[in-house]
């Protein structure tokens, strides 16, 4: 049974720093790429390859936001820095078995985090 769990979502200050998880179970994480999204739209906020090798953020968390990945740990993160409250939204991270770091089509998905940040 797949299953994608995100944690470390919380309530903190403009400006503060949280490090969302994600740790995956059921399909072979090695070779996936993996997302995070946000809000109910699912918006795309950043993506890694199967080997961490290539990322893709959006515009708005370049150089606050940063994805990384344990392969051994089958586990992905989210280290969210310089925080503001438009960031404000549940979280979101999923599963692509294409291996690569994508915007779109990916095949699983997690229950999501809350993040809140306020002013």
């Known amino acids: 049974q797949v299953q994608l769990v995100e944690s470390g979502g919380g309530l903190v200050q403009a400006g503060g720093s949280l490090r969302l998880s994600c740790a995956a179970s059921?399909?072979?994480?090695?070779?996936?790429?993996m997302g995070w999204f946000r809000r109910k739209e699912r918006e795309f906020v950043a993506a890694i390859s199967w080997s961490g090798g290539s990322t893709v953020y959006t515009d708005s968390v370049k150089g606050r936001f940063t994805i990384s990945r344990d392969n051994a740990k089958n586990t992905v993160y989210l280290q969210m820095n310089n925080l503001k409250p438009e960031d404000t939204a549940i979280y979101y991270c999923?599963?692509?078995?294409?291996?690569?770091?994508?915007?779109?089509?990916?095949?699983?998905w997690g229950q999501g985090t809350q993040v809140t940040v306020s002013s």
């Open positions: 999923a599963a692509d078995r294409s291996g690569r770091a994508v915007v779109t089509e990916y095949d699983f």
């Open positions: 059921g399909f072979n994480f090695n070779t996936y790429g």
